[in-house]
């Protein structure tokens, strides 16, 4: 720690370095600033601290400022402004203007403010200036009381105007107007002789070796030892008084920083009376400092006046802050360093340390883009875009006819240099003690050598590539006066039309492309994949960049940022160093350029790495004190959230998160889209982590490593889940994580799901079988009414066919009737005829003479009895019966049947009154006289036993309908 705080200084007094250059410009220091923008909080920050769990926290003027590494999140305390914290196991004590309490995560691990003075009146309740936690009581300092709490009271205890307090060995020391005072077993003791340091203001109190160093607002710093004060003497007490104090704040090396109100901050170390001031220029994003502190890591934090700003010393990348355009070639040539940009040619002095000030000289300002540097025969050749330029460090000369190159290469012979730019390859030989342009060897684009490499161990064989023309290997003649064949080894793998970077790599050439890592294999006199290099950077990816320094590093670059492969020595093997990765964006695409240099500055050898960047030039320092692993840092599954729902944090944790236990979370199916988030507690911008990752349960394979710190899935099915990730470095898991949690049941897959479908299928089983029931119901509603309707047809049907037979019939009984009487009437009127006749021939007999008289009555007789039997037997009663049922409906059987002693003569008289004859019609019928015709009636009347005045007409009819 010591050396580190030596080194520290080193740095910072290299800011400070006068010299007599015309031009003075700064190396800036390793400082990351976050702006207001970046966390969005108030602009004021006052003390921060840094938990337990690695994250840092600040008392901003909005409230608790939270930062895991990853994302920034404000909490309110009360809305009131906060200026000091303490964290104590789960909690974070915060207090400010009339408040004070402290924060605690919930149950799904959100802070939340729980406020341990809103039992006072606000006016009762001073502003708190510090708080501290000591054998299980937490004191809140404020100007003129402290209040005390234990767990369950506050007591409150008055001190005499309080500027500062501090905890020294477990104890609590404050200093105040009054003096210093010491909080010994609940017990306020002044210290001795301490009350002559009343007219001063104190700003802090340190423990220097046995003794007390005490900061002032104004009057510098002073020493308390032996019961005695005495001023403390540095190289600029100057300074100390002219800044006014706002913070102060040690190292554990007993480095004193002193954050002035308008100044800055003010590096005091009390060991060799050093004083060092940094502001604005060297970094910071304000001069005016509210509140400092190291973390773990003995970065520095800084809550400046606008913003936060973190200096780290465990790493240097320094950034020269000269406006001189992009970076693309540099060289150490008789100690300075001699720089090509995008506008010209530069000269700088050897940093001697991190930081500092440094001489820049302008050579070649206006020729344009710079493209390499490279020293021969003790001068710097310069190859740019407008020419070749030689430079022996007093003198400068242009070579004529050459245009834009991109490099030089020395041939076999020292007077012969190999030109190589976009129009070709030239050559170039040294006469008369000057470089001359000699010949072109091949005037073709095709073989334009953006990259040019001479094969290891055969002085005429040189590989070049180009994003058009691809890779080729050349062969020159003994002289280098003309090319003898040229080779192409572009591939499927290896194709034209993209960048290909071609480096010696132990002693091998290589070639690293869009499509991985490849080598020449010389015995086969082909290019393969080098697995074994890939396997020691990022596999087969994509790779714009590589080059081997004098160390045997491997320096790479992978995803914008460059990567190194340390070499170890011992073993004779590499290693990727996640730990430090460079760059990351800066770097200028296709034209990266590492450049690594040794130095001894007198007590050690000093090795820089010398990056070309898009605004310039960044220098990585290395020291064997600092070349070991920083602090580690904690993995921490840190949110999830349900996506796409408002206040959707469902998990969390906060402070000491191991500590806290909460139930594993369960999600409503409907949200089972989330949103995991990881957190690592690195402030390093050049220490690599990379993190794999499954979702147990959903998949056992583990993603390939990444640095996003979040991960989003949907659509999860039902079931529980452990969602895990590792940290990894160099190959090696550091840490694991892991959350359950479980993606509950749809309701439809819950037994009151099941309950819901059962019932609604039992629903729809009644629903279709009373459809069914319905359609079978109204089909034989449809069919009763169908054959109801048929039945009603065939019945109209069938009374109409009856009508038809009805009328027929009638037609055929008033036929028959007709036909009856008809012939009734004939029988009637041949009866009367030959009635007639017979009285005609019995007159005849009559008045015949005497002697014709027998045989005249005996043919008359014979007439007269033809004519009887005719009138007796003219119509077969048979055949009248069976006609006369026909009409009648069985008119003759139902008198059989009602009166079986009727004669076939009675029963042809009912016959003849059913057709209404009158009896003078029915006599000539029935033979019989008109009286007959009246006895007959008279006896037929009796046989049917009807009284008296009963007509036998309606009788007969009636029993015909019966």
Not at 75 to 85: R, Y
Not at 153 to 163: A, G, M, Y
Not at 197 to 202: C, D, F, N, R, S
Not at 872 to 901: A, I
Request: charged share 20%; proline share 3%.
């Amino acid at each position: 720690m010591k050396t580190q705080t030596r080194i520290l200084f080193t740095l910072l007094c290299c800011f400070f370095l006068h010299t007599s250059a015309a031009e003075v410009n700064r190396w800036s220091l390793p400082i990351t600033s976050y702006s207001r923008q970046t966390y969005r909080a108030g602009a004021e920050n006052a003390q921060s601290i840094q938990s337990s769990c690695g994250w840092m926290y600040f008392a901003n003027d909005r409230g608790l400022l939270e930062f895991d590494g990853t994302k920034w999140e404000l909490f309110s305390m009360n809305k009131k402004k906060m200026t000091t914290l303490c964290e104590v196991q789960d909690r974070i004590y915060a207090g400010g203007l009339h408040e004070f309490g402290y924060f605690e995560p919930n149950i799904s691990g959100k802070l939340v403010y729980t406020s341990l003075s809103s039992s006072y009146d606000v006016s009762q309740v001073e502003n708190i200036l510090f708080i501290f936690h000591i054998n299980n009581k937490t004191y809140f300092c404020a100007k003129t009381c402290i209040y005390i709490y234990n767990g369950s009271h506050i007591d409150i205890v008055p001190i005499n105007s309080l500027d500062y307090a501090t905890v020294i060995r477990d104890n609590l020391y404050f200093g105040c107007k009054d003096g210093i005072y010491m909080v010994d077993n609940n017990t306020f003791k002044q210290l001795p002789n301490s009350n002559v340091l009343g007219k001063h203001v104190i700003k802090g109190l340190f423990d220097y070796q046995d003794m007390l160093i005490v900061a002032t607002k104004s009057s510098g710093l002073f020493t308390y030892e032996r019961e005695k004060i005495t001023p403390f003497k540095t190289a600029n007490d100057a300074l100390l008084k002219a800044d006014n104090i706002s913070c102060t704040t040690s190292n554990q090396s007993g480095t004193i920083l002193l954050g002035t109100v308008s100044s800055g901050i003010i590096f005091v170390e009390p060991g060799n009376k050093k004083v060092v001031r940094i502001g604005v220029e060297e970094g910071l994003q304000s001069a005016s400092i509210r509140g400092l502190s190291f973390d773990r890591n003995e970065s520095l934090w800084i809550s400046a006046g606008n913003g936060i700003d973190c200096f780290h010393t465990s790493f240097s990348i320094c950034k020269l802050n000269a406006n001189i355009g992009r970076g693309y070639t540099s060289l150490l040539y008789k100690d300075n360093i001699y720089l090509g940009t995008s506008q010209g040619l530069y000269k700088i002095d050897v940093p001697t340390e991190i930081g500092g000030q440094t001489i820049l000289e302008s050579l070649l300002p206006t020729i344009g883009r710079i493209n390499m540097i490279i020293e021969h025969n003790d001068e710097l050749l310069i190859a740019g875009v407008n020419g070749f330029y030689v430079y022996n460090g007093k003198k400068m000369y242009d070579v004529p006819e050459c245009g834009d190159l991109w490099g030089v290469h020395p041939f076999i012979s020292p007077d012969k240099l190999i030109a190589y730019g976009p129009s070709g390859i030239h050559q170039l030989t040294l006469n008369n003690g000057r470089w001359v342009y000699t010949k072109c060897l091949i005037d073709n684009k095709r073989y334009a050598a953006k990259n040019f490499l001479k094969e290891p161990n055969n002085e005429k064989n040189y590989w070049i590539a180009n994003k058009e023309g691809g890779l080729h290997r050349l062969t020159l003649n003994e002289e280098g006066d003309s090319i003898v064949a040229i080779k192409n080894y572009n591939t499927s793998e290896v194709p034209a039309g993209q960048n290909i970077c071609i480096a010696n790599i132990n002693g091998n050439i290589t070639f690293a492309t869009q499509r991985g890592i490849f080598k020449y294999n010389k015995a086969q006199d082909t290019i393969e994949h080098d697995e074994t290099l890939e396997n020691l950077m990022y596999g087969k990816s994509s790779y714009s960049y590589i080059m081997q320094d004098p160390l045997k590093q491997i320096w790479f670059t992978h995803n914008g940022a460059m990567h190194v492969l340390r070499y170890n020595y011992t073993t004779h093997t590499y290693r990727r160093d996640d730990n430090h990765v460079y760059m990351r964006n800066d770097l200028i695409k296709d034209f990266e350029h590492v450049n690594t240099f040794v130095y001894n500055n007198g007590t050690e050898h000093i090795r820089k790495v010398l990056v070309g960047t898009e605004e310039g030039f960044s220098i990585i320092s290395k020291h064997p004190s600092t070349s070991q692993n920083s602090a580690a840092v904690h993995l921490q599954i840190r949110r999830m959230y349900l996506l796409d729902v408002e206040d959707s944090l469902h998990y969390g944790r906060s402070i000491q998160h191991d500590q806290v236990i909460q139930p594993v979370p369960k999600i409503d199916y409907k949200y089972n889209s989330l949103k995991i988030e990881w957190t690592v507690d690195n402030y390093n911008p050049i220490r690599s982590i990379s993190f794999s990752y499954r979702l147990k349960g959903y998949t056992e394979k583990w993603s390939n490593p990444t640095e996003a710190r979040s991960r989003v899935f949907t659509r999860l099915p039902k079931g529980k889940y452990t969602f895990q990730i590792r940290m990894i470095q160099n190959n090696t898991v550091i840490e694991a994580k892991e959350l359950d949690f479980e993606i509950l049941p749809p309701w439809y897959q819950t037994w009151w799901g099941y309950s819901a479908c059962l019932l609604t299928v039992l629903i729809f089983i009644l629903f279709i079988y009373y459809f069914i029931y319905l359609q079978v119901r109204n089909h034989q509603l449809q069919l009763e009414k169908e054959s109801k309707q048929l039945q009603e047809q065939n019945l109209q049907k069938d009374m109409a066919i009856k009508n038809l037979r009805e009328e027929s019939l009638q037609n055929e009984l008033s036929f028959k009737s007709e036909e009856i009487i008809s012939k009734t009437l004939n029988i009637v009127r041949k009866n009367e005829m030959l009635q007639e006749i017979k009285k005609g021939a019995m007159s005849i007999m009559r008045s015949t003479k005497e002697e014709d008289l027998v045989a005249i009555r005996r043919k008359t007789l014979a007439l007269i009895n033809q004519i009887d039997t005719n009138i007796q037997h003219d119509e077969d009663f048979e055949t009248f019966r069976k006609n006369f049922n026909t009409v009648h409906s069985d008119f003759f059987n139902k008198l059989e049947n009602s009166y079986p002693d009727l004669t076939n003569r009675d029963k042809l008289l009912c016959a003849y009154v059913m057709m209404n004859l009158l009896s003078k019609e029915i006599a000539p019928l029935m033979n019989i006289s008109l009286r007959g015709v009246e006895i007959s009636r008279y006896r037929l009347r009796r046989k049917f036993n009807l009284p008296e005045g009963t007509n036998l007409a309606d009788f007969l009819h009636r029993f015909a309908e019966k």
